[in-house]
């Protein structure tokens, strides 16, 4: 959530940069701006109704020393009069504070300086792609299909149990799935991430803490009875931690790293491009997330890049990064990194990492705070990337190493999987 001190810093400036996003509701900004105000009035009509009272019963209690009672009982209904005043200030006050937080709830992230004008994906900016893309000759086989060969993946089953957008991992498949988590897990543990075994369901408040909620997108699947969200991502349960605490400046950043399974409805997803594990409402993954300090967050994002890049080039993938244009961009990042793998077979790029800095926004609704050597009170930073969401991983490893005699095993997994091919 945006701070209206950012706001009023430049206004235009602000509204230019959420036009960067394509936000079309420009003018809650200027909305926000008028409510502060008569926030800021209302503050100061109370406070000072609150230092008359104050006043007031000072005098009362002369009056009442020097003997006039008159004096001190009429006052007294002066003072009783005052905090009806008082109170109906305080909730005129409390009304548009939250007016003023529903409308900043409303507001999306700004974007970083770097983050290129565009609209949809096509908009994106490459900022690297590995030189050699492999290419397979006509025989070469979906993942769907390979899966299906050597009794990898299951898809009819995983629909029959839950539905389409299910899967159901089997044998060297499922082996292969717990290779990955574990190759992606030491990796991090080996960065310095501390490893996290989160819930796999939150309540409102640590949804709405991420800017999961509100869930303009549907995203969310919504267990009713309990009032309790399936996590999309180990981003916000993670992320969460830390909710309504001050830090300590000597112990930023804090990198954490957990497995989880995610769940997204997808809700509109149909057609080729969504089939087998390209998109499912199911999959596993190994979040990074780190709550580092403003000044060097953006040294943090770096960082967080070159260690996905690092997975991938382990893998033996071939992947390129884009940085997200605003139109692209979530709701709630300032700058996103992402990273998509080839894959051979389907001849097209497949998403299987974001990495973003989320800047104060998260920190604003978390109340996450540090504390500096001089006891002064700063929001914190918040950044995660996907290392790595593994469906599509999958996919392409199944595609883009398949040989006459099965599919090769990157050497790096080979340990994991205690072969070198399916």
Same mark, same amino acid.
């Given at each position: 959530?945006?701070?209206?001190?950012?706001? %009023?810093?430049?206004?235009?400036?602000?509204?230019?940069?959420?036009?960067?996003?394509?936000?079309?509701?420009?003018?809650?900004?200027? +909305?926000?701006?008028?409510?502060?105000?008569? $926030?800021?009035?209302?503050?100061?009509?109370?406070?000072?109704?609150?230092?008359?009272?104050? /006043?007031?019963?000072?005098?009362?209690?002369?009056?009442?020393?020097?003997?006039?009672?008159?004096?001190?009982?009429?006052?007294?209904?002066?003072?009783?009069?005052?905090?009806?005043?008082?109170?109906?200030?305080?909730?005129?006050?409390?009304?548009?504070?939250?007016?003023?937080?529903?409308?900043?709830?409303?507001?999306?992230?700004?974007?970083?300086?770097?983050?290129?004008?565009?609209?949809? #994906?096509?908009?994106?900016?490459?900022?690297?792609?590995?030189?050699?893309?492999?290419?397979?000759?006509?025989?070469?086989?979906?993942?769907?299909?390979?899966? +299906?060969? &050597?009794?990898?993946?299951?898809?009819?089953?995983?629909?029959?149990?839950?539905?389409?957008?299910?899967?159901? *991992?089997?044998?060297?498949? =499922?082996?292969?799935?717990?290779?990955?988590?574990? *190759? *992606?897990?030491?990796? =991090?543990?080996?960065?310095?991430?501390?490893?996290?075994?989160?819930?796999?369901?939150?309540?409102?408040?640590?949804?709405?803490?991420?800017?999961?909620?509100?869930?303009? /997108?549907?995203?969310?699947?919504?267990?009713?009875?309990?009032?309790? &969200?399936?996590?999309?991502? #180990?981003?916000?349960?993670?992320?969460?931690?830390?909710?309504?605490?001050?830090?300590?400046?000597?112990?930023?950043?804090?990198? *954490? =790293?957990?497995?989880?399974?995610?769940?997204?409805?997808? !809700?509109?997803?149909?057609?080729?491009?969504?089939?087998?594990? @390209?998109?499912?409402?199911?999959?596993?993954?190994?979040?990074?997330?780190?709550?580092?300090?403003?000044?060097?967050?953006? /040294?943090?994002?770096?960082?967080?890049?070159?260690?996905?890049?690092?997975?991938?080039?382990?893998?033996?993938?071939?992947?390129?990064?884009?940085?997200?244009?605003?139109?692209?961009?979530?709701?709630?990042? !300032?700058?996103?990194?992402?990273?998509?793998?080839?894959?051979?077979?389907?001849?097209?790029?497949?998403?299987?990492?974001?990495?973003?800095?989320?800047?104060?926004?998260?920190? @604003?609704?978390?109340?996450? %705070?540090?504390?500096?050597?001089?006891? @002064?009170?700063?929001?914190?930073?918040?950044?995660?990337?996907?290392?790595?969401?593994?469906?599509?991983?999958? =996919?392409?490893?199944?595609?883009?190493?398949?040989?006459?005699?099965?599919?090769?095993?990157?050497?790096?997994?080979?340990?994991?999987? $205690?072969?070198?091919?399916?």
């Amino acid at each position: 959530m945006l701070l209206v001190s950012d706001l %009023r810093v430049d206004i235009e400036g602000a509204k230019s940069r959420l036009g960067k996003k394509n936000f079309k509701e420009i003018e809650l900004i200027d +909305k926000a701006i008028s409510l502060d105000d008569e $926030r800021k009035a209302s503050q100061t009509k109370r406070d000072a109704l609150l230092a008359q009272r104050n /006043e007031w019963s000072k005098k009362v209690g002369e009056f009442y020393k020097q003997g006039d009672k008159v004096g001190g009982d009429a006052l007294k209904e002066q003072i009783n009069t005052l905090k009806d005043a008082i109170s109906a200030e305080e909730d005129h006050l409390n009304t548009v504070s939250q007016q003023l937080e529903e409308v900043l709830v409303h507001l999306p992230n700004m974007p970083h300086e770097s983050v290129p004008a565009g609209h949809t #994906a096509e908009d994106n900016e490459v900022v690297f792609t590995v030189k050699n893309v492999p290419e397979l000759d006509d025989q070469a086989l979906p993942h769907w299909e390979l899966a +299906k060969k &050597y009794d990898l993946i299951d898809f009819e089953s995983g629909a029959k149990i839950s539905g389409a957008g299910f899967v159901l *991992f089997k044998g060297k498949g =499922a082996m292969l799935q717990r290779a990955l988590i574990n *190759f *992606f897990l030491d990796e =991090a543990i080996s960065a310095g991430y501390q490893e996290i075994v989160p819930p796999l369901l939150v309540n409102e408040t640590s949804a709405f803490g991420t800017g999961s909620l509100p869930d303009k /997108e549907g995203q969310m699947y919504y267990v009713t009875e309990d009032d309790l &969200y399936l996590i999309p991502t #180990a981003e916000v349960p993670i992320t969460n931690i830390h909710r309504d605490e001050i830090l300590e400046e000597k112990d930023l950043p804090i990198k *954490f =790293a957990g497995y989880t399974p995610c769940f997204r409805r997808e !809700a509109g997803s149909y057609g080729s491009h969504v089939r087998g594990l @390209n998109r499912v409402h199911q999959f596993d993954k190994v979040e990074i997330v780190q709550v580092a300090h403003p000044e060097r967050s953006y /040294e943090v994002l770096d960082e967080m890049v070159k260690h996905v890049e690092t997975l991938l080039k382990k893998l033996e993938l071939p992947y390129r990064i884009l940085r997200l244009c605003g139109g692209d961009m979530s709701f709630t990042s !300032a700058l996103t990194y992402d990273f998509e793998v080839y894959s051979a077979a389907q001849k097209r790029w497949l998403e299987v990492s974001s990495v973003s800095n989320f800047e104060s926004f998260q920190t @604003n609704r978390l109340k996450l %705070r540090f504390k500096d050597e001089n006891n @002064n009170k700063h929001l914190c930073h918040t950044l995660n990337g996907s290392a790595l969401a593994l469906a599509r991983i999958i =996919a392409c490893l199944l595609e883009n190493n398949q040989t006459e005699d099965g599919i090769r095993i990157p050497e790096v997994l080979r340990s994991y999987m $205690r072969c070198d091919l399916i």
